[in-house]
């Protein structure tokens, strides 16, 4: 427990010494150490429990083998579909972890204590994101190779293409579900509210990563889904940043 | 109409809730039927009178008609969603001075470049200059309209009103359109279909919308939902958007895209629209005054509770 009081008491820590040498707490340095203290401590967190990876690595692997089993594709078939089916995935499974990332913080008020200290929102925030995008990206290297197994999968193109689109989808969901998941843990029912507030919204950048996949394993370019989801992550990431604060301190 | 609503408790907005609703209640009934009768009957008789009604459509027959009910709720559904981002936008600024004038700034500087652009940039095809530059115009002369007719807290009121009517005109949209596309298209459904998949995750959003408002602590609510309702409205655009490359098979729009529409169907068209929208604003008053009453009732049952001794409690 006393590293899930780390980055509340370093943000006060932090107010202290602005205050001993009269700096700014928007500075940059300051709003980057207390991303980077409350990264770490996600990060070692997950590392000795490993709660969110393992069950979302056991949840993917659950969807790869019962869509296996239900729709037993040949090559080209396996092809269409594979798209949605690995980022329908990756999206349910990153709702498993999205959904701990604040219920973490409720035990012993550190979200109260983060709340009332002059640290700036924002650096949770975006230390949050930076976690989950780890946890998802760390999933998806994990299970690629299994849906490649299970649905033999081969790109009929060049492929790397689909880094770029791991990295910019993964980066919007879980942008996105970040953000709700700040949003719902201050509703009644709290697992059930993230999927339904993220899935509506989510909706036009799993489109884009679906039709992204699709094009780029039959052959086809994939540029248009890929500055539109360059867009999306823009768009939507500037949003919950200037809204983060209103979601944190709503009361 | 709603300003005057907004001194509580006063004796002119009972008298004029009891007096002005039920005169304009009985004038959207009568608008309603009229619209009705000339959308269903090419040649309407009343009272000796001979009205012309919608012409029967060549190839669609007598199926087409829906059209006269489906287009006035999708445009009724739009405009109320429109309000609703725009009111949450201010809820969300107004709690800051500070940011309540840069939003206002950006909001004219907004209005001020879409209808400059709308004439000098060349638009995708299907999109009229006039309808883009008109809508830039809209949004702006909207904000400064509900900035001056709402307060800071009555705002949250209109966007959850908004929210609730226009999820139901959505949802007439969403069941009329398979009416007519089962015996036209010969589907219910087309997946994919850009005006069918954006109209659909607009329901969506606003359905999660209505179920935040739900289910948060009531404190919290006005917060997390104007969150929510801004990111839902910035997501509209690229839905659209990711749409765009692929087919439609939705008949172009009437206004502001490329299709074209017989005058007397315009006509016809527009006469649905005004009872829709009479009634649409009728509903949303009535459920304003609501939902105004029930805040007030919760409110002295906070404060009756506070005040009272619990030792002489029953």
Redesign the interface.
């Known amino acids: 427990m006393n590293q899930t009081l780390d980055s509340s008491r370093l943000a006060t820590g932090s107010q202290a010494n602005a205050q001993q040498t009269g700096a700014n707490l928007g500075h940059p340095q300051i709003v980057r150490g207390i991303t980077r203290a409350t990264l770490r401590k996600d990060l070692r967190l997950e590392w000795r429990s490993k709660d969110a990876i393992n069950s979302m690595l056991f949840f993917s692997l659950l969807v790869v083998v019962v869509f296996s089993f239900s729709f037993d594709p040949s090559a080209e078939e396996s092809r269409q579909i594979a798209g949605g089916l690995v980022w329908v995935a990756f999206l349910f499974a990153a709702v498993v972890a999205l959904n701990q990332t604040w219920a973490r913080e409720l035990r012993n008020q550190v979200l109260d204590a983060y709340r009332v200290s002059p640290a700036p929102p924002n650096s949770l925030f975006i230390a949050k994101v930076l976690g989950n995008f780890i946890f998802v990206s760390v999933l998806e290297a994990l299970m690629t190779p299994l849906f490649i197994m299970f649905y033999r999968l081969r790109a009929l193109g060049p492929a790397w293409p689909l880094l770029l689109v791991a990295a910019f989808g993964t980066w919007a969901l879980v942008v996105?579900g970040t953000?709700f998941a700040a949003?719902s843990i201050?509703?009644?029912?709290r697992e059930i509210?993230l999927p339904?507030?993220l899935?509506?919204?989510s909706?036009?950048?799993l489109?884009?990563m679906v039709?992204a996949t699709t094009s780029i394993l039959n052959g086809e370019g994939a540029r248009?889904?890929i500055v539109?989801l360059v867009?999306?992550d823009v768009?939507?990431t500037t949003?919950?940043l200037l809204?983060f604060e209103?979601?944190l301190n709503?009361? | 109409m709603f300003w005057l609503l907004e001194t509580r408790g006063s004796k002119l907005e009972t008298k004029l809730m009891k007096r002005a609703f039920p005169i304009l209640g009985v004038l959207t009934a009568i608008l309603l039927i009229y619209a009705l009768s000339i959308a269903l009957n090419p040649v309407v008789h009343i009272f000796g009178l001979t009205l012309n009604g919608a012409p029967t459509e060549q190839t669609m027959g007598n199926v087409q008609r829906i059209f006269y009910y489906h287009v006035p709720s999708a445009w009724t559904a739009f405009l109320l969603f429109f309000i609703n981002f725009v009111a949450s936008i201010q809820y969300?600024a107004r709690a800051n001075p500070k940011t309540d004038r840069m939003v206002c700034y950006v909001v004219v500087a907004i209005g001020v470049v879409v209808f400059a652009a709308s004439f000098f940039i060349p638009l995708p095809a299907g999109m009229r200059p006039s309808a883009v530059g008109t809508t830039g115009l809209l949004f702006t002369g909207l904000y400064f309209l509900v900035r001056t007719l709402f307060s800071h807290a009555d705002t949250d009121v209109l966007a959850a009103v908004t929210a609730e009517v226009g999820v139901v005109f959505c949802l007439i949209v969403l069941v009329t359109g398979p009416i007519w596309a089962r015996p036209v298209w010969g589907i219910w459904w087309a997946p994919g279909d850009i005006r069918l998949t954006s109209t659909l995750?607009l329901w969506?959003?606003y359905?999660?919308y209505l179920?935040?408002r739900r289910?948060?602590?009531s404190?919290?609510t006005p917060?997390?939902a104007?969150?929510?309702a801004?990111?839902?409205a910035?997501?509209v655009p690229?839905?659209y958007?990711?749409?765009w490359?692929f087919r439609t098979q939705h008949p172009q729009p009437v206004m502001g895209g490329g299709g074209s529409i017989d005058p007397l169907m315009l006509h016809v068209l527009l006469m649905n629209w005004l009872a829709f929208s009479c009634f649409a604003f009728l509903v949303c008053w009535s459920r304003y005054r609501l939902e105004k009453l029930q805040r007030e009732v919760d409110e002295a049952h906070a404060l009756r509770s506070l005040n009272d001794d619990p030792r002489t409690a029953r």
Request: hydrophobic letters at 65%; one cysteine or more.
């Open positions: 996105n953000f949003m201050r509703t009644r029912s509210m339904l507030l899935f509506p919204i909706i036009p950048a489109l884009a039709q248009f889904w539109l867009t999306y768009v939507f949003t919950c809204l209103t979601v709503a009361e | 969300l995750v969506l959003i359905v999660s179920v935040l289910f948060s602590a404190g919290q917060h997390l104007a969150a929510l801004v990111l839902g910035l997501c690229f839905v958007l990711s749409i490359f």
